[in-house]
Antibody, heavy 120, light 106 residues
């Protein structure tokens, strides 16, 4: 059974780059019909899809964030990562990684989420 | 982008009641609709996929229906543990979009 775990700094300064890694356990990150996804949730607000990547490195980004987002995959480490540049306070959120089924269109399972605060 | 609109934004109900939450897509998405339950401080949990298919392990008091642009999530015989926020998500096309959430108060 797949398990996902986010890791990375909980505090990032404005204008700097947010970097998070999601470690996948319980199975290989190399699998078909599956993307690896990042989703965020500002405090007290709803869910926002950031983007997906497949094991070959093909990416799909939210147009609202595309200019600042890079998602990458490291199959040797069974990890995928998120970089969000030029952050502001509006990027303060709980960041979730998740598995996306391309055949069904669901996100499952999810990581527990990690709070990233943008503040000087 | 496909906009997802949920209503109501919040609902209060009692144990044993039946509650219905609506999700409307800005354009047709066939049955590419997913429902999640999110409890405070937790990651969302998959409830229903392809609009009406119940995820394994989810109690049968949860049900989903609809296709095209209009969808509903119904919860019958409400239990205290159903206190949560519920989100719909369209899986028809990128960018993937979520509804704004419906907070259920018991």
């Amino acid at each position: 059974q797949l398990q996902l775990q986010e890791s990375g700094p909980g505090l990032v300064k404005p204008s700097e780059t947010l970097s998070l890694t999601c470690t996948v356990s319980g199975g290989s990150i190399i699998r078909s019909n599956c993307h690896w996804a990042w989703i965020r949730q500002p405090p007290g607000k709803g869910l926002e899809w950031i983007g997906n990547i497949d094991y070959s490195g093909s990416t799909y980004y939210n147009p609202s964030l595309k200019s600042r987002v890079t998602i990458s995959v490291d199959t040797s480490q069974n990890q995928f990562s998120l970089r969000l540049s030029f952050v502001t306070a509006a990027d303060t959120a709980v960041y979730f990684c998740a598995t996306y089924s391309t055949s069904i269109g669901w996100f499952d399972p999810w990581g527990q989420g990690t709070l990233v605060t943008v503040s000087s | 982008d496909i906009q997802m609109t949920q209503s109501p934004s919040a609902v209060s109900a009692s144990v044993g009641d039946r509650v219905t939450i609506t999700c409307r897509a800005s354009q047709g998405i066939s049955s590419f609709l997913v429902w999640y339950q999110q409890k405070p401080g937790k990651a969302p949990k998959l409830l229903i996929y392809t609009a009406s298919s119940l995820q394994s392990g989810v109690p049968s008091r949860f049900s989903g229906s609809g296709s095209g642009t209009d969808f509903t999530l119904s919860i019958s015989n409400l239990q205290p543990e159903d206190l949560a926020t519920y989100y719909c998500q369209q899986a028809k096309s990128f960018p993937i979009t979520f509804g704004q959430g419906t907070r259920l108060e018991i």
